[in-house]
């Protein structure tokens, strides 16, 4: 249909579908393949309002789905990337498996992935300490910071790193202090740029007129931009790169020895780090995404150039939401956090059957037809339930059975005969009931429907 009037918003359009990513290395089994499953949907409003709404009613409705199949994934806050936007948020789920890494604190519950996190660091050098004489220092063949700090026999946190990027064809000098990692997501959002890559060597000789482990921001070049992390502002009497070739500078310090004129939190957070809310200590976990929500704001109708009329009759461009879950990636999310030795632990709300009934024979007739008459009575209740009737032994059947992961297991046995009862053995915790044939429909039926109040939101 054709939209047209403020009056048809708000609206949210979604597909189900396989797509494809050309992956050079795919990795981590069904997480990350070539071809996969997206539930993608796009929500579209007449304002910022309405967009709040859509966006907090998706985010919630995103947290049901995955508590209904047997997840507790934690919406963090991400970058927006190259979808653009004002808030995105990741669905993550912690396992070890995971290729994200989240910083988290215990203290107030602060979630965001490491490309958005921000942290205070823990102890920043002495701002007042005095300022000493500036020396240069031969130092041949050393290059890294390891290197360095065994040459000076100081702490890293005593140097200023430099590091010259390019950006949007044009070279950059990045500064941070000696033990801390630049942010290349954070440094490119900064920047604003769209291509950002460590420059060349021969780009670095340009820039500095030094080999490469030879850069500082004393003499650099005037016309190269020059960024500094807010974690070099105190730093006294620092030790930089001479920019001349196996030389360094000692007692460098902002202000007298060279300027910074832009500041910015460009640097990676880690575990340890104080978080920014409350003053507790961060944590670092590893975590695999299963869904991501973005406010796109008007990017795309404005780009597309997509109008509708507003109630006074004026042209205006919908703000738009974009939302998704990788179907793929959350079965296997299921897989890697429900599982045992013995194989996977489905949750009954995504199993593949609720229940399988397995005779211990199939040459008994009287077993057999037990085990026929419960299945048949099951299946007219609307149960989805299974019967392993194969040429296997009853070993290899029950192995099979767990391996798949069926919530409930079924065994009709001797007993069934000598006794009138069957097992009904729980795939989690392995607790086994014995119940009479006359109650068995009503009982599995019964603990089925227990079962799945555990995932009801």
């Known amino acids: ?14 597909q189900i579908a396989k797509k494809f990513r050309d992956e050079i290395r795919p990795r981590f089994g069904v997480m990350r393949c070539r071809e996969f499953t997206m539930k993608d949907a796009y929500s579209f409003d007449v304002d910022e309002k309405g967009l709040d709404e859509s966006y907090n009613k998706m985010r919630e409705a995103y947290i049901r789905i995955f508590k209904r199949v047997g997840l507790n994934a934690l919406p963090v806050e991400a970058d927006v990337g190259s979808m653009g936007g004002t808030r995105s948020e990741e669905f993550m789920v912690f396992s070890s498996v995971g290729e994200a890494t989240i910083i988290h604190c215990p203290k107030c519950n602060y979630y ?15 701002e007042n300490e005095p300022m000493e004489e500036l020396k240069e220092v031969d130092t041949p063949n050393v290059f890294t910071i390891d290197d360095l700090t065994r040459f000076f026999n100081t702490s890293p946190k005593k140097f200023i790193k430099t590091i010259i990027y390019v950006a949007d064809g044009k070279p950059v000098a990045v500064l941070i202090r000696g033990d ?15 291509e950002l890559e460590l420059a060349t060597p021969e780009i670095i000789e340009e820039v500095t007129s ?54 910015a939190d460009i640097r990676t957070a880690k575990a340890g780090d104080i978080c920014k809310n409350c003053g507790g200590i961060l944590e670092e976990t590893k975590g695999i995404e299963v869904g991501h ?24 461009h919908p703000i738009m939401g974009c939302y998704g879950i990788g179907v793929d990636r959350t079965i296997a999310a299921v897989i890697e956090t429900s599982n045992d030795e013995k ?59 767990d391996l798949v992961g069926i919530p409930f297991k079924i065994i009709v046995g001797k007993k069934a005969i000598s006794q009138n ?37």
């Not at 249909?1 to 979604?14: A, E, G, H, I, M």
């Not at 801390?180 to 769209?194: H, Q, R, S, T």
């Open 112 to 126: 965001a992935n490491v490309e958005r996190a921000e942290s205070i660091l823990k102890d920043d050098p002495n």
């Open 1 to 14: 249909r054709t939209v047209s009037s403020y009056k048809q918003l708000p609206l949210t359009l979604y």
């Open 210 to 263: 030094a080999k490469v482990g030879f850069a500082g921001p004393v003499g650099l070049k005037k016309d190269v931009r020059v960024i500094g992390d807010f974690s070099i502002k105190n730093i006294k009497n620092a030790i930089t790169g001479a920019n001349k070739t196996d030389k360094h500078i000692i007692n460098v310090n902002i202000g007298r020895d060279f300027n910074v004129e832009e500041f």
């Open 421 to 457: 009862t069957i097992e009904v053995k729980r795939r989690d915790n392995g607790q086994t009931y014995e119940i009479p044939i006359s109650e068995a429909v009503e009982k599995i039926i019964s603990m089925i429907k227990e079962e799945y109040k555990k995932y009801e939101t």
């Open 293 to 316: 929500i973005f406010k796109l704001g008007y990017k795309y109708t404005e780009s597309m150039n997509v109008t509708v009329l507003d109630k006074n009759g004026n042209r205006i």
């Open 180 to 194: 801390l990692d630049i942010n290349e997501v954070k440094l490119k959002n900064y920047l604003g740029a769209v």
């Open 343 to 401: 194989g996977i632990i489905w949750p009954i709300t995504i199993a593949p059957f609720e229940c399988t009934i397995i005779p211990i024979t199939t040459k008994d007739e009287k077993i057999m037809e037990i085990s026929n008459k419960i299945y048949e009575e099951l299946l007219s209740k609307n149960i989805d339930v299974a019967i392993d009737d194969r040429d296997e032994t009853v070993g290899v059947r029950m192995n099979d059975v």
